[in-house]
């Protein structure tokens, strides 16, 4: 038997309930198109919602787990091959810094929708792939992973220096 190399696709919507989301990653759609991709593995951490995925993914062989909360998804983000997240500025950044393609789902049902600008902004950037829950399907077909760039952190020192200067704190 060929065993093949683990490529696990790890989903986050963080502590909130968004349920469109989980369930998009469970259709048969998402699933078939990551398992098109080359991914073997789904693993969903669905926060507070309510929908319960299946651990089935019918005539495929993606592996599904799912599970509601852990004390850090540090260690899930780097073991992925890729990552869907909610557009938790907190899940962005930690993404983009340890270096995993994103795929950010905006959740269209939050009032004042300050993620969305933040998602759309880092993919016009092309440091991440922005979706809705009914276009994920289209967004994981269509993407290239060779088209994303690196994200480069910025450098706050300038910022302290000149904060400090104006405070009178000495010069490091």
């Known amino acids: 038997m060929v065993s093949r190399e683990r490529r696990m696709v790890f989903v986050t919507v963080g502590t909130t309930c968004f349920d469109a989301l989980v369930k998009a990653v469970d259709s048969e759609e998402v699933k078939e198109a990551l398992l098109n991709k080359g991914y ?9 919602g309510t929908y319960m995925p299946s651990k089935a993914s019918g005539n495929s ?6 599970f509601t909360f852990s ?3 540090a260690d899930y983000i780097k073991e992925a091959s890729l990552v869907i997240s909610h557009a938790g500025s907190g899940s962005i950044f930690e993404t983009l810094r340890l270096g995993k393609p994103l795929i950010v789902v905006v959740n269209e049902d939050l009032m004042d929708n300050h993620q969305s600008e933040l998602a759309e902004e880092l993919a016009h950037r092309k440091h991440l792939f922005c979706a809705r829950p009914q276009t994920l399907q289209e ?3 269509t993407m290239d992973l060779n088209n994303l760039l690196p994200y480069v952190p910025g450098d ?6 000149l904060v400090n200067k104006f405070l009178g704190f000495p010069a490091d």
Request: net charge negative; glycine share 4%; aromatic share 4%.
């Open 156 to 161: 706050a020192k300038q910022v302290v220096t």
């Open 71 to 73: 004390p850090s998804i």
């Open 61 to 66: 062989t993606l592996q599904v787990d799912y």
């Open 40 to 48: 073997t593995d789904l693993l969903i951490q669905m926060g507070r």
């Open 139 to 141: 967004t994981v077909e």
